[in-house]
């Protein structure tokens, strides 16, 4: 893997190796900001992004973004540390909200805010902007495989 410390990283095959999904499932393609409990993450809709419809980019794919941008929270953080990165699962989807469909083109930025993280269980909250307009917030429970 690619040694990368400097932010942001719009390196897509390296972001794509931070998390255990891949093509065509991958739903992140920017690093943008990372901290003790906070990631910033992009994507950049494509048309030969499988959730897009249309010039859309739908719900399942706004919701798979905000999971995946929790996965690369947990990447990157063992990245870091020179480790493999395990395996993690939405646990729970407390709420999701979703205000406007992003288009063909546009780039979601998603902030990750960690609420509480204990024994692989991280309670998140999650907004992701378009053009620095909100169009979708939520909060999500992940939890790593053993």
């Known amino acids: ?72 929270y947990t990447g990157y953080q063992f990245y870091l540390k020179n480790e493999q990165a395990p395996t993690g699962y939405i646990g729970s989807i407390k709420s999701i909200e979703i205000t406007t469909l992003p288009k063909l083109g546009d780039t979601l930025v998603t902030t990750v805010n960690v609420l509480h993280e204990f024994m692989g269980v991280t309670l998140v909250d999650i907004v992701t902007k378009v053009n620095d307009n909100e169009i979708a917030r939520g909060q999500m429970k992940t939890v790593l495989a053993s």
């Open 1 to 72: 893997m690619l040694m990368e410390n400097v932010l942001p990283i719009n390196d897509k095959v390296f972001v794509g190796n931070l998390i255990p999904q891949k093509f065509p499932f991958v739903m992140v393609d920017k690093l943008l900001s990372f901290s003790e409990n906070e990631v910033i993450a992009g994507l950049t809709v494509t048309e030969d992004n499988i959730f897009v419809s249309g010039d859309l980019f739908q719900e399942s794919g706004v919701i798979e973004h905000m999971a995946q941008s929790v996965a690369l």
